[in-house]
Structure formats: C-alpha cells, structure tokens
C-alpha cells in the first residue's frame, strides 16, 4: 500500500493528522491573511475600474512570480532548522536562524532591484494604453519596496513553523490583513491628504503591510520566551558564507519549483493580453480566488514538510514516510471540499469582485476549470512539501519544468493561440499540466521514502 498506510492502526492515522492539522492551521490562516492582502487590492481597484483591475492584475502577476520564486528559496530553511529541531541541536538552530535573517535580507534587496529593472520591458510589452501601462509601472515600482521585508519575514516564518510555533505568524499575519484595507483606503482613494494613485495605490499599501509583518514578528521573536534558549537574538552572528551557500544550494531548486509553477499563470496572464482586457480582469479574478483556496494544501504541506524534518532528525524514517502519506491524505479530503465549493458558489464569488457583466461571464466559467484541477494541485503541492522535508528538490523541479512548461505553458500555446481556444486552451492545459505533477511526485515520494525507511531496515517505531 502507498507509504504503508497500513502499517498502524486508524488510531495513529488520526493522531498523526491531528498533529499535523495543529500545526498548520495557524499557517493556514496566517496564508489566507497574507493572500488577503492581495484579495483586498484586487477588490479596492476592481472598483476604481475596469482598467485599474487590470494593472494591477499585471502588475501582481509581476510582482508574485519574483516573490514566490525568492520565497520558494528560503523554505529551505523549513528542513535544515526542522531537522536540527528534531535531532536537539538547539544552539545550530539558534545560528541558522540568524544566518536565515540574513539571507533573507540579502535576497530580498536583490528582488526589489529585479522588480524595478522589469517594469520598463514588461511596459513596452502591454501597450494597453497609457493610463493600464503607467499604473502598471507605479504599483510595481512601489511594492518592490516592500521585497526586503517581505523575505526578512519569510526567514522568521520558517524559523517559527520549524519549531512547531506559527501562531506568531498568524497573529502578526492578521494584523496586517487589517492594516492593509485603511491603507488601501487611503492610497487609493486620496484620504487623509494623501494622492489618490489609483491601482497603484494598491502597491504602496502593500510595502508597508510587508515592513510591519517583518518588524512586529521580529519583535514577537525576540520578547517570547518559548524562543530564548535557542539564542536566535542573545548574539549577533555575521554572514557565515558556508552556511549562506549551503541553504542557496538548497533552496535553488525549491524556487525554481516555485517560479515554474507560479510563471506557469504569470506567463498566461501576458500571453492572453492579445484577447482584451474583459479576459486580464477575469483571469485575475479567479486567480485570486483559487489563490486562496490554494492555501490549505499549502499549509498542510508546509506542516508536513515540518513534521517529515522533524521525525528525519530523530532518525525515525519509517515515520516520515507514513506522515507523508497521511499528509497527502489529508489534502485530497480538503481538495474535494474546496471543488465542491468551487461549483457551488461560483457565480456568487465572481461577482463579488466585479460588476462588469462581461469579466463575471468569463470569471464563472474559468472557475469550473479551477474545480477540477483541485484534486491534483493539492496533491502535488503536498507531496512537494514532503520531498522537501527529505531534502529531496532536484527531481521535483525536473518534474515541475517537464509537466508545467511542457504541458502547461507548451500546450496551452498550442491550444489557446494556435488552435484558437483562447482562454479556455490555457486553462484545459492547466489541467493536464497539474495532474502530471501530481501523479509524478506521488510516485517519487513513495519511492524515495520507501528507499530511506528500508535502509533502516524497516524497523518498527513507537507512536509519536
């Protein structure tokens, strides 16, 4: 049977997914206040306008495939700091969580360097009309302020999760989800004295919702005392560059995994420009609604990725491999919930962020698509998780190139453009292009675990 699920009774199932659901429901709000964010900038322009939607909707597309690819770099300090945890190594936790900060700093000054160095060639690229391009170009030079913070953040996110702690960063998470509706008020609309920029708007509010998640859970850090004995802020450590290029080589490919999947719908984004900006609108509606739902795997995933490092440190093997099995369990029940969802309230949830009669139209059809693909999207995206808690990213970026880029971004082409599907190509392809990753990494998963847990010889372990 995958993974051995029948190696313990239904009892250590279910304590095995309680564990896990504890530990990722705090992360799991934390994800849904944090693509809130976005949520909130998505509906503040949707009703400024049409064209003020779209700009953003760009701009956003920009912006997610360099942050998601930067952050998918710094989960590799999910299994190193998780794996220390679990093998009691508490003072090289303490040192790879400030050589964490560090990193992330570094990376992040380079991602809003990146940002801004795009928004010239991406706005020659649109050319729909000057007031979209010139909103495009504000909102994204304005958010990229916020790249530095935004990674400096994720280092203490996975320095929190790895030691079992995220309600931290669900709290800070949801205070930042309110600060950021008053600033979009303000930026947007033109209160307090304040321009009113518009969709651009939207990108100023966002860098300093960025700043204040990355100061306050800082803060939270450093004053709890849960945190202490690990040192991460009694002394101050300097760049060691072994370490800095030991998580680097890590984390490479879990970002390329990361821009694979994320470029994947931000390429589509550019590429369906030809066909108005009524299809932009929709696009990025539906986006930022499945966004949302995409955060309960993800947060499963990030909680297994925690507990599969843990039980490695503790050389239990034969654990992680049935904690593997029961997180992708768990994500294929939370899938079926969300498609159900999906079909039943699609009509209701489109309109919610637009009046426009012809993005609605476009919208409610797009997330029928959506329904279908959540089976395979959770799966592959826990099983991912899972293989980075091995410390297995080479492979599930090959995978992630063949079936995203290959199927997804390859065949949607041919469809949506040559074939003249248009946006419904693309989205056939999305399809295809998730349920082979799915099926790809469950079968790596199964026999990379499978490979470890023999080693050790298939030895029987007491519950957790």
């Known amino acids: 049977m995958l993974f051995d699920l029948n190696r313990y009774r239904w009892a250590q ?47 956003s597309n920009v912006f997610i495939t360099v942050y998601v690819t930067f952050m998918g770099i710094t989960v590799a300090l999910n299994p190193i700091l998780s794996q220390l945890f679990g093998a009691g190594k508490t003072a090289e936790v303490g040192e790879y969580g400030r050589q ?30 000057d007031y979209v391009d010139q909103t495009f170009a504000l909102y994204l030079f304005f958010i990229a302020l916020g790249m530095p913070a935004a990674m400096v953040h994720r280092a203490l996110h996975a320095y929190a999760s790895s030691l079992n702690k995220p309600k931290p960063i669900m709290l800070v998470s949801l205070a930042a989800l309110l600060l950021n509706i008053p600033l979009n008020y303000i930026f947007v609309y033109g209160k307090l004295g304040m321009p009113a920029l518009g969709g651009a708007g ?44 030991q998580v680097l080589k890590l984390g490479i490919p879990i970002g390329l995994s990361f821009f694979l999947e994320v470029s994947l719908f931000t ?34 995933g990030t909680a297994l990725g925690v507990r599969v490092g843990q039980y490695i440190g503790m050389g239990r093997m034969l654990r992680a491999r049935y904690a593997s099995g029961v997180g992708v369990c768990m994500g ?40 279908f693909f959540q089976l395979s999207d959770a799966t592959q995206t826990i099983a991912s998780y899972a293989l980075r ?31 003249n599907w248009g946006l419904y190509g693309f989205w056939t392809a999305l399809v295809v292009a998730l349920l082979g990753a799915a099926v790809a990494l469950v079968w790596y998963l199964e026999q990379q675990s ?8 298939w030895c029987d372990e007491p519950a957790a």
């Open 13 to 59: 199932f279910w304590q095995e997914a309680r564990k896990t659901l504890v530990l990722a429901l705090p992360i799991l709000v934390a994800q849904v206040a944090q693509v809130g964010v976005g949520f909130v900038d998505t509906v503040m322009a949707g009703r400024v306008g049409a064209e003020d939607l779209a700009a953003v909707a760009l701009g």
């Open 100 to 129: 964490g900060l560090w990193f992330g700093l570094m990376l992040g000054i380079l991602g809003m360097g990146l940002l801004w160095l795009l928004i010239g060639p991406v706005k020659g690229y649109l050319k729909l009309g």
């Open 202 to 245: 939207c990108g100023v509010a966002s860098a300093l919702v960025f700043w204040f998640n990355a100061v306050v859970l800082w803060l939270y850090v450093a004053r709890q005392r849960y945190f202490a004995r690990f040192g991460l802020m009694s002394r101050f450590s300097w760049p060691n560059w072994a370490a800095q290029g």
């Open 267 to 300: 390429f589509i984004g550019l590429l369906i420009v030809r066909f108005g900006v009524a299809q932009v609108a929709a696009q990025q509606v539906v986006m930022s609604i499945t966004a949302l739902l995409y955060m309960l795997p993800q947060s499963i």
């Open 332 to 371: 294929l029940a939370g899938a079926v919930l969300t498609a159900l969802l999906l079909l039943t309230f699609r009509h209701e949830l489109v309109a919610f962020y637009t009046r426009d009669a012809a993005v609605v139209a476009l919208g409610v059809t797009l997330l029928a698509f959506a329904a």
């Open 389 to 419: 808690g091995y410390k297995l990213t080479k492979v599930p970026m090959l995978i992630h190139l063949f079936t995203f880029w290959g199927f997804g971004l390859g065949l949607g082409a041919l469809l949506g453009l040559y074939f």
């Open 450 to 457: 499978r490979r470890m847990a023999a080693r050790q010889g």
